[in-house]
C-alpha cells in the first residue's frame, strides 16, 4: 500500500486527473418508451457504423441508414482503404525495381499486372465491408439500404434502393453522419476515366504516360506517389504556396523536396484554367501567379481540390435544421443542431474531414446519450498522409503557435541519425516536436518518416494525456527502433538529444 501512495504522489496531475475521469462502461441504457428506435443514423461511413456499434453495445434500438448499398462510407468503399491498397503494391513493385539491388539480392524481370493489383484492391474492399455488415448482424442493428430523409424531429423517411419502396423510422434520436463528396471545378468536365476524381483514379485500366494531378494536397499526393511508381510521370499544379496544407511548414517544405527528389514535379501559386479532353492529349491551361498563361498536355487528369459535406436532400431546408456558408451542420460542443433530437457527426461538421474525427466523435456522441461522461479533444486528433516517406502531425504547427503569440520550444531529429532508419536505409525525414516555453506541455509533433502514421500514436497519447516534453523524453523506447527519434527529438527541446 505504502508503495502504491508513492506511486500516486509521483504521478504528474495531468494523468492523476485523467486516470480517475476513465469512465465505467455499462449496458444499463434505458430504452425511450416514447419512439420505436431509440437511434437512426443517416450514414455507415466511419462516424455512422461506430456510433451503431457503440448504440448497441451500450443497449440501444438502433437502425443505420446506407444508400450506398454498402457500409464502410466513401473511406473504405472509394478512399482511405483501396488508396492504402494501392499505396502498398506499389510501394513493394519500386522497392522490387529499384531498392533490392543495394541489399544484395537480385531480381529481373518484375513487373506490374495491374488486373491483379486492382483485384487485390477490391477484395480487401469486399471483405471488409462484409465485416461490418456481419458486426451490425451481430449487434442487433437495423441496416436499411436507401436514402434517408428528416421529415420530422423524430422521424426519418427513408426511400429503399432498387425500387423497394419506402418505410419511415420512428426514433428518440437522429444522427447526421452522411459524409462528404468530391468539389469539382466548374470549368472542368469528369468522366471517371480520362478527367478523374479520387474514385476514378483509383480505378484507372493502364498507367497514364503522364497525368496531372489539380491540388497538392493529401488526396493528390497519395494518388499522385501511386501512379509515379506504378511508371507515370506526374506533375502537381496547386493554386497555394505550399504542399500538404495544414501541416507544419518546416515538414511541408521538406516533404516536397523529398518528393522532387523522386521527380515528382510541383508548379506551385499555378492555377487551373481550363482543361480540354476532346482531343488525343488532354490540354490543361493554367495561369501561374506572376508571368503569362502556360499550359501542359496529359493522358490523365486527376482533380483533387477538396471535399464537401453531403448534406443535400437530408429535409435540413424543411426542417430549419442550421447550416454554416459552408453547407456544413452546425452543431454545438454537444454535437447537438439547433433541434435537440437531432445531433451530427464527421465531414458535415466543422473540423477537419478525418476518418478517425468522425469515429471518435460518433462513439463520444453515443456514450452521451447513454448518460456516460465521453467527450472529442479536437487538439489531439492526428493527420497522416501515406507517401514514401510517411508524412504525420497532431497538435499545433509552429505558425499556429505564433499566430496565438504562444512563446514555443522547438526540438527536431533527422531521420539519419536514427540507427533504426540506416539499417532499412530509409534516411529521408525528420521529427519535430514543439512544447510551450513556460510549462514545457507538449504542444504538437511533426513527423516525416517510415511508419510515421504508427508514430503519430504516441504523440498523440502525450497531448491526450498533458504530458510534457521532459515526460515524453523520459518514456523508455525500444532499440534500435524508429521511435527513438521521437524520444529524441523531444530530448533535443531542451537542447539535448543525444546522438546529435
Known amino acids: 500500500m505504502m508503495q502504491l501512495a508513492s506511486a500516486v504522489r509521483r504521478c504528474p496531475p495531468s494523468l ?45 434500438r438502433v437502425t ?29 513493385y519500386h522497392e522490387a525495381s529499384h531498392s533490392f539491388p543495394k541489399f544484395g539480392i537480385k531480381a529481373s524481370g ?34 436499411l439500404q436507401g436514402s434517408g430523409r428528416i421529415s420530422s424531429e423524430h422521424t426519418v423517411d427513408v426511400t429503399l434502393n432498387g425500387g423497394k419502396g419506402s418505410t419511415k423510422v420512428d426514433t428518440e434520436n437522429i444522427i447526421i453522419a452522411t459524409g462528404s463528396d468530391v468539389v469539382n471545378l466548374p470549368f472542368i468536365k469528369v468522366d471517371e476515366k480520362r478527367v478523374v476524381t479520387s474514385t476514378g483514379a483509383l480505378s484507372l485500366d493502364k498507367v497514364p504516360g503522364r497525368m496531372v494531378v489539380i491540388g497538392a494536397g493529401v488526396i493528390g499526393l497519395e494518388l499522385g506517389s501511386v501512379w509515379k511508381r506504378l511508371g507515370s510521370k506526374v506533375t502537381f499544379v ?7 496544407p495544414g501541416s507544419d511548414l518546416t515538414i511541408s517544405r521538406t516533404l516536397k ?17 481550363d482543361v480540354n479532353s476532346s482531343g488525343k492529349d488532354i490540354v490543361i491551361k493554367m495561369q501561374p501567379k506572376t508571368g503569362a498563361a502556360i499550359q501542359m498536355e496529359a493522358d490523365v487528369v486527376m482533380v483533387a481540390v477538396g471535399r464537401r459535406p453531403v448534406t443535400t436532400d437530408l429535409g435540413c431546408k424543411e426542417m430549419n435544421i442550421a447550416l454554416d456558408r459552408g453547407g456544413r451542420v452546425v452543431v454545438n460542443e454537444k454535437l447537438q443542431t439547433n433541434i435537440p433530437s437531432i445531433y451530427a457527426i464527421g465531414d458535415v461538421i466543422q473540423g477537419p474531414m478525418l476518418a478517425h474525427k468522425a469515429e471518435e466523435e460518433g462513439f463520444t456522441l453515443v456514450e452521451r446519450l447513454a448518460g456516460l461522461h465521453a467527450h472529442v479533444n479536437y487538439d489531439a486528433i492526428p493527420s497522416v498522409i501515406y507517401t514514401n516517406p510517411e508524412v504525420a502531425w497532431v497538435g ?31 534516411v529521408d525525414g525528420i521529427i519535430k516536436v514543439i512544447a510551450s516555453s513556460e510549462t514545457d506541455k507538449l504542444l504538437g509533433a511533426h513527423i516525416i518518416s517510415p511508419a510515421a502514421g504508427e508514430l503519430i500514436a504516441e504523440a498523440t497519447a502525450a497531448i491526450e494525456m498533458g504530458m510534457t516534453s521532459a515526460q515524453l523524453a523520459r518514456v523508455c523506447h525500444a532499440h534500435p527502433t524508429l521511435s527513438e527519434a521521437l524520444k529524441e527529438a523531444s530530448l533535443a527541446v531542451r537542447d539535448k538529444a543525444l546522438h546529435l
Open 110 to 143: 518484375v513487373s506490374v499486372n495491374l488486373r491483379e493489383l486492382m483485384a487485390q484492391k477490391d477484395n480487401t474492399v469486399k471483405g471488409l465491408t462484409g465485416g461490418l455488415e456481419m458486426l451490425f448482424q451481430k449487434n442487433g442493428i437495423e441496416y
Open 64 to 92: 443505420c441508414v446506407e444508400k450506398r448499398g454498402s457500409l464502410g462510407g466513401t473511406c473504405l468503399n472509394v478512399g482511405c482503404i483501396p488508396s492504402k491498397c494501392l499505396l502498398h503494391s506499389s510501394e513493394l
Open 16 to 60: 492523476l486527473r485523467s486516470a480517475v475521469m476513465v469512465p465505467t462502461y455499462t449496458r444499463g441504457f434505458t430504452s425511450s418508451t416514447k419512439h420505436k428506435r431509440d437511434v437512426c443514423i443517416i450514414g455507415g461511413g466511419p462516424g455512422g457504423y461506430v456510433a451503431a456499434l457503440r448504440a448497441a453495445q451500450l443497449g440501444m
Open 257 to 273: 523536396r523529398l518528393l522532387e527528389k523522386q521527380n515528382l514535379k510541383f508548379l506551385m501559386d499555378t492555377k487551373v484554367t
Open 238 to 244: 496547386e493554386a497555394a504556396d505550399k504542399i500538404a
Open 396 to 426: 499545433m504547427t509552429q505558425e499556429e503557435a505564433a499566430a496565438k503569440k504562444i512563446k514555443v520550444k522547438i526540438g527536431q531529429f533527422p531521420m539519419k541519425a536514427c540507427s533504426r532508419a540506416r539499417c532499412i536505409d530509409e
